[in-house]
């Protein structure tokens, strides 16, 4: 068995293309309750635990889960009653888990709905909120209005059935009550629909999380936060790993006295920034690239590739769970072999400020019209080494433009004077981050 440092200084250069310095990481322990997850993970078939063994693909439904009663939202009644399973019997069923603060849950379950209408076929979606919950988001969303969705709530044994580490996430159950599909529901069709219904299989691909080596490390690290509590002797950790398909962006928990944070398919750049972010907030042109590859941390800078591919090559991902504050960028630093730091400099900029009457109140008729804000974006991107201060508060609007007419500062500064605005050229500290090895 590899040892986690073997792997992570393994799999290091393939992310960043860089010699790895080596890193020493303490001893792991088994502290992985869940990765990337929207709740614990539940004991897997070997692990001696109590609880019922987790159900794969091929295994037939217990007659003891035909028989177990739960409760069930019913969206056309708005009321909940509780019945057993044995109503899907001898019909094919999929049981879609879902939370209401998953947007793709909810896009899911309405494709789903849609989809099956008109056919033998049995849609439950499952759910570990409780009534109030369920019952607020039908009064406030309308999304799911209308579809006769039937919800089991306050679940907790289908998912000791049926463990995942994301949702949505569908069990697919064939007439014959065998488990035929473990799927998000993403790339489900209509066609996929129909022949589950009518032939009682599924051609649709093995959810991302469940296929082998999909949780492909490239480190992992104890915290032992040093905090005068009760809880100075309890360990945290920071995981990161590649891309992970079908997953929400950003996760925020508390378990306990431990917080944990995850940032889901990431670019490189953008961790720096989120680790930075409450300090400062870098503009494009606050960036300082000094490695040869940096089209590697950010796909803006690519050169030409396809977004998709370019994504699964770099993306990120970035979980940590400790006691108090940790200094993310530090740990990026160390696990990506990175150098990156904030450095304050006095430079000269051009401060923009509102005119004698100036207003910065849209105008109704703005065709002809682009926003100070995105002037400054656009030279931000094509101007790099200017530094420009907008002081104004609101939305300004000033006419048409092309950047390629701005070759100097000074044809700049003359264009918004034009149009009304004041421009003063002053030198300020600005903060710059340093990308470095």
């Not at 590649?242 to 750049?269: A, C, H, T, W």
């Not at 923009?352 to 030279?379: E, M, Q």
């Amino acid at each position: 068995m590899i040892k986690r440092a073997n792997l992570c200084t393994a799999l290091l250069d393939k992310v960043v293309n860089i010699p790895v310095i080596q890193i020493t990481l303490l001893v792991i322990v088994s502290l992985l309750v869940s990765m990337f997850s929207l709740s614990a993970q539940t004991p897997r078939k070997d692990s001696g635990a109590d609880g019922p063994s987790p159900l794969q693909i091929g295994d037939r439904i217990p007659e003891e889960l035909w028989d177990s009663e739960f409760f069930f939202f019913n969206e056309q009644l708005n009321s909940t009653q509780k019945a057993s399973f044995k109503e899907f019997r001898a019909r094919p069923l999929v049981l879609d888990f879902w939370n209401t603060g998953c947007a793709p849950c909810l896009t899911g379950l309405a494709k789903l709905s849609d989809f099956s209408k008109g056919l033998d076929i049995g849609l439950v979606a499952v759910s570990e909120q409780k009534e109030k919950s369920i019952l607020s988001f039908f009064k406030r969303n309308d999304l799911l209005k209308g579809t006769g969705l039937r919800s089991i709530i306050a679940d907790s044994r289908l998912k000791s059935y049926f463990p995942h580490e994301s949702i949505p996430h569908l069990v697919w159950i064939n007439k014959e009550g065998v488990v035929v599909g473990l799927t998000g529901s993403k790339e489900i069709t209509k066609d996929d629909l129909l022949t589950f219904a009518t032939k009682g299989v599924l051609h649709a691909e093995l959810k991302p999380e469940l296929q082998p080596n999909f949780h492909r490390f490239i480190m992992d690290m104890e915290l032992n936060r040093q905090v005068q509590s009760i809880h100075d002797s309890l360990f945290g950790y920071v995981i990161i790993t590649y891309q992970v398909k079908d997953i929400s962006p950003f996760e925020r928990s508390m378990v306990g006295p431990y917080e944990i944070i995850s940032y889901r398919n990431r670019s490189i750049l953008s961790l720096y920034r989120l680790a930075y972010a409450d300090r400062y907030k870098f503009a494009y042109n606050q960036i300082i690239w000094n490695v040869s590859d940096p089209e590697r941390f950010e796909y803006y800078l690519s050169k030409g590739e396809g977004i998709g591919n370019w994504e699964k090559k770099n993306l990120i991902c970035f979980e940590s769970k400790s006691i108090g504050k940790i200094n993310m960028a530090n740990i990026l630093n160390s696990c990506l072999g990175l150098n990156v730091c904030v450095r304050d400099s006095l430079v000269e900029c051009i401060v923009v400020k509102a005119g004698k009457g100036r207003t910065a109140i849209k105008p109704k008729s703005g065709r002809d019209f682009k926003t100070l804000k995105n002037l400054i974006k656009d030279l931000r991107l094509s101007r790099p080494n200017w530094q420009i201060i907008d002081s104004i508060k609101g939305e300004v609007l000033i006419p048409n433009y092309s950047v390629k007419d701005f070759e100097t500062k000074d044809k700049l500064c003359n264009f918004l004077k034009e149009n009304g605005l004041i421009v003063e050229k002053d030198k300020r500290i600005v903060n710059f981050l340093i990308i470095q090895r």
